[in-house]
DNA sequence: TTGGCTGAGTCTGTCAAGCAGACTTATCCT
DNA sequence: AGGATAAGTCTGCTTGACAGACTCAGCCAA
């Protein structure tokens, strides 16, 4: 293949969500853990790590800023998802599928996701335009519109 | 909730494919680029890193390293998904998915999924186990049977 | 009204990792 | 013998991760 991948959108979104505690920080705050300190702990993180992921992630506009207050405590503010976030939920499934199956613990998953309406699991299944679910291997890449031929530098 | 994260699989997930190149490693494996210096060029990595990092793929299980001799060459080697690295493939369309949305190109995305045998493209979607297609917001987490009760230090 | 508590940070210094550029090695071809 | 090539290793600089201490703002209780 003579593509380029300087533009891949896997560059991009990597660009995002590649640094190592960004995943950490999404999973409690799709678990519920909103809170600073209540991530930093759970997940363990360096405070300043922590500082700096979620402003890039509110940066980015993956999480939001909500004020909120306890009893006899002054205003606060804890970190929710926006829609954009909210959207990565197919991937942290998947994550958690391939986790699940590949580094499995004795006894079973520690976290499942299931429907809310059903209480039942819920997996990613792989389908294409026409309803099939290809396996991995009946699966390929091909270039897109904006795929860019490849510059190969010239010998000089 | 009050439930540790200190085996959450999203950690152990992490473990193995946190680190900022690996995603980029794979994706380059996924579309064919197989060679040391084919991934090494198009994805721009330091050598050095690009060493580390395959050397953990394969240790990982990920990457399996497969002989191969051009003519005129001597025998080298190349890297090859094991099927845990194949298995990875909705990991990657869930996030090329994402990135193609909320991080688009003007004028489509550079890299496209499809059935080999339909042609047509793919995505993944979240499905219950009978048979919904929650959105994100319908869907929930809960602790599984490995859960661990959280450690609070007590104050001394 | 002073002093302490708490959540959410910032500051500082150390140490590991990332990285570029040069060098190495093994094999093949001419 | 000399050159080409793929796949590395080596060296030194720079950036980022991290722990531990410090800060800051508002609230509360004495």
Redesign the interface.
Same mark, same amino acid.
């Given at each position: 293949?003579r593509?380029?991948? @300087?533009?891949? #959108? %896997?560059? +991009? #979104?990597?660009e995002?969500?590649?640094?190592?505690w960004t995943?950490?920080i999404l999973?409690?705050v799709? !678990?519920? %853990?909103r809170r600073f300190d209540d991530i930093r702990t +759970?997940?363990?993180i360096p405070r300043q790590v922590l500082t700096d992921r979620l402003a890039a992630l509110i940066d980015r506009?993956l999480l939001r800023r909500v004020p909120y207050r306890l009893p006899g405590q002054r205003e606060r503010y804890e970190y929710r998802l926006t829609q954009?976030g909210?959207?990565?939920?197919?991937?942290?499934? @998947?994550? !958690?599928?391939?986790?699940? =199956?590949?580094?499995p613990?004795?006894?079973?998953?520690?976290? %499942?996701?299931?429907? +809310?309406? *059903?209480g =039942?699991? %819920? #997996? !990613?299944?792989? &389908? *294409? @335009?026409?309803g099939?679910e290809?396996t991995? &291997? =009946? !699966? @390929?890449?091909?270039?897109?519109? #904006?795929?860019?031929p +490849?510059i190969v530098e010239s010998a000089d």
């Amino acid at each position: 293949m003579r593509w380029s991948t @300087a533009n891949c #959108t %896997i560059s +991009r #979104t990597m660009e995002v969500l590649g640094e190592k505690w960004t995943f950490h920080i999404l999973r409690e705050v799709f !678990v519920g %853990i909103r809170r600073f300190d209540d991530i930093r702990t +759970r997940a363990d993180i360096p405070r300043q790590v922590l500082t700096d992921r979620l402003a890039a992630l509110i940066d980015r506009g993956l999480l939001r800023r909500v004020p909120y207050r306890l009893p006899g405590q002054r205003e606060r503010y804890e970190y929710r998802l926006t829609q954009p976030g909210l959207d990565l939920y197919p991937v942290l499934v @998947a994550m !958690v599928q391939w986790g699940d =199956e590949h580094l499995p613990l004795d006894g079973g998953p520690p976290l %499942i996701s299931q429907h +809310r309406d *059903c209480g =039942e699991e %819920i #997996t !990613v299944v792989l &389908r *294409c @335009a026409a309803g099939h679910e290809p396996t991995p &291997r =009946e !699966v @390929a890449f091909r270039p897109g519109p #904006t795929a860019q031929p +490849r510059i190969v530098e010239s010998a000089d």
